[in-house]
């Protein structure tokens, strides 16, 4: 069974641009959630979809975005990159919807986004 | 708010010398413990989820278990490739899971 795959793997974009990632979750599985992970903050989770639906959101400013497609894709934008928006952005997915009881996340191997 | 401390920030092992990480929690009603494994450069790979305090879960030499508390993954005789950052992460409700910061382990041969 094919894992999770994220594209593009790497980007490089200038301040001020705007950047759209993509995700392409486990077949069957319905739940996706995006990360971002840096070496001062860890894993900070940024939001997750089930059904289309935007189910939670963490504390990031509006200018990230994100979408699921009705084949569980999704995908996730921000906008007017800044300098801190330099990070290792990872897609999970799991089979249900994660409040429906402990379902384990799977990680793709995340999108490495540099900003200068 | 969920909280996850994970000590020790970095690890280092000598091939074979058995040792243990530590994952502090704080939550609300636990609906779930994970741990992970990340490669540098990789995303993070599922290892374990332990659900109530006295469960027990093995996987080659990694052991991981649970009180209501903390959690700990036993490393067993290591070896080099074991090196690796691992992760602990908690869900509590129907929230999605707060991680901590991580161990970087190192064993060196």
């Known amino acids: 069974k094919a894992g999770v795959t994220q594209t593009p793997r790497y980007l490089i974009k200038t301040r001020g641009q705007q950047v759209t990632l993509s995700c392409s979750p486990i077949?069957?599985?319905?739940?996706v959630s995006w990360y971002q992970q840096t070496p001062g903050q860890g894993l900070q989770f940024l939001f997750e979809?089930?059904?289309?639906?935007?189910?939670n959101k963490g504390n990031f400013p509006g200018r990230f975005s994100g979408r699921q497609f009705s084949n569980s894709r999704s995908e996730m934008n921000v906008s007017t990159l800044e300098l801190g928006d330099s990070a290792l952005y990872l897609c999970?997915?799991?089979?249900?919807?994660?409040?429906?009881?402990?379902?384990?996340?799977?990680f793709g191997p995340g999108t490495r986004l540099t900003v200068l | 708010e969920d909280q996850v401390t994970q000590s020790p920030e970095a690890l280092r092992l000598q091939e074979g010398e058995s040792s243990s990480l530590n994952c502090s929690y704080t939550?609300?009603?636990?609906?779930?413990l994970f741990w992970y494994r990340q490669d540098p450069g990789k995303g993070p790979e599922f290892l374990f989820t332990l659900y109530s305090a006295g469960e027990e879960k093995e996987k080659e030499r990694l052991k991981a278990t649970l009180t209501k508390k903390e959690s700990f993954l036993h490393i067993t005789a290591p070896k080099p490739e074991d090196s690796a950052t691992y992760l602990c992460a908690v869900r509590s409700g129907y929230s999605t899971l707060t991680f901590g910061k991580g161990t970087m382990l190192r064993v060196s041969p």
């Open positions: 979809y089930f059904s289309e639906t935007q189910r």
């Open positions: 077949s069957g599985h319905r739940s």
């Open positions: 999970a997915s799991s089979l249900v919807k994660t409040g429906g009881g402990g379902s384990e996340q799977f």
């Open positions: 939550v609300s009603g636990l609906r779930g």
